[in-house]
């Protein structure tokens, strides 16, 4: 009876210890990101009969470079601002827009150790996201008539102590005010370059 007695409250300590794991996990709740677009932006249509997009920028996926753990790559969103903005609305040519840097550099801070820094929540790491990209104009022959190029550069630091949720957060904040910078870079180039290509 006593053997009986301790295998049961072996098994009902067992059981209450993955009742409360479970309970646990459930309280970690995974948050859902908006897919970054860029339509709201408006359209810049191009007399060219269509448009291709390309990146010969090729992701380390090791650090410093971090830019593969990002929801919102910055890669995908240039090509997400070129499809979104970009609009084909003649009868011949090609407008190819291709991605040359894209890099996300995680750099970590100097920490306080200091009595005062132990209880001060500091700033731990930073990112600096870069992107460079060019829209050319071809002919129907393929002979290029013209281009444009812009880049931009931003960079956020990131508290200590924040969750996995609030970092994905920071970072895709990050991505979006980059691709906001290089929209504002690359149309006023656009006007400069391909004026004659703007509708």
């Excluded at 910055?74 to 890099?103: C, I, N, Q, Y």
């Amino acid at each position: 009876m006593k053997q009986f007695f301790r295998v049961f409250v072996l098994v009902a300590g067992v059981l209450g210890m993955g009742l409360g794991l479970a309970a646990c996990e459930s309280d970690v709740r995974v948050q859902k990101l908006p897919a970054l677009t860029f339509s709201h932006l408006g359209e810049v249509k191009i007399n060219v009969s269509r448009l291709e997009t390309a990146s010969k920028y090729k992701a380390p996926l090791k650090r410093p470079n971090v830019e593969h753990l990002f929801t919102a790559q910055p890669t995908t969103a240039l090509k997400t601002w070129a499809t979104d903005r970009l609009k084909p609305a003649g009868r011949a040519g090609m407008a190819r827009f291709t991605v040359h840097e894209a890099s996300v550099i995680e750099e970590k801070l100097k920490m306080d150790s200091s009595f005062t820094g132990v209880f001060t929540k500091q700033q731990s790491e930073r990112y600096t996201a870069r992107v460079e990209a060019t829209l050319e104009v071809f002919d129907a022959r393929g002979k290029r008539l013209g281009f444009a190029s812009a880049n931009a550069v931003r960079s956020k630091t990131i508290r200590e102590d924040a969750t996995l949720n609030e970092r994905e957060k920071i970072w895709f904040n990050l991505v979006e005010e980059l691709v906001t910078a290089f929209d504002k870079e690359m149309t006023k180039n656009m006007k400069r370059h391909l004026v004659n290509w703007m509708m």
